[in-house]
């Protein structure tokens, strides 16, 4: 599969974004899909993860309660919506794929990764 996210921007702090992960490819249903980002000097750092027919997802602490993750099997589609917005969620933010996980966090695990769109939150 090939992924391409499109959505980020700026925006103030309080306000929201959605991110959009277009996924390419026929094993796109069988891929479990989620999102990391990063920062200058930083690894890259677990946001959120979607499985099969989208159930068990998982969030950081750092955004649980702030962020949701959600997937259109129709449109071969992920979404991640980004409310109440903290100058900390700046970053670059990744959408990723893999065939099977056994940690969700663990970033080289993934097999699919897009080329990453640039969220900047101001306060």
């Known amino acids: 599969a090939q992924l391409v996210e499109s959505g980020g921007g700026s925006a103030q702090a309080g306000a929201s974004l959605r991110l959009s992960c277009a996924a390419s490819g026929d094993n796109f249903k069988n891929i479990i899909m989620g999102w990391f980002r990063q920062t200058p000097g930083n690894e890259r750092e677990f946001v959120a993860s979607i499985w099969w027919r989208g159930s068990s997802p998982s969030y950081a602490d750092s955004v649980k309660g702030r962020f949701t993750i959600s997937r259109d099997y129709d449109k071969n589609t992920v979404y991640l919506q980004m409310d109440s917005l903290k100058p900390e969620d700046t970053a670059i933010y990744y959408c990723?794929?893999?065939?099977?996980?056994?940690?969700?966090?663990?970033?080289?695990?993934?097999?699919?990764w897009g080329q990453g769109t640039q969220v900047t939150v101001s306060s």
């Open positions: 990723v794929g893999a065939h099977y996980l056994q940690d969700v966090t663990h970033a080289p695990s993934y097999d699919y």
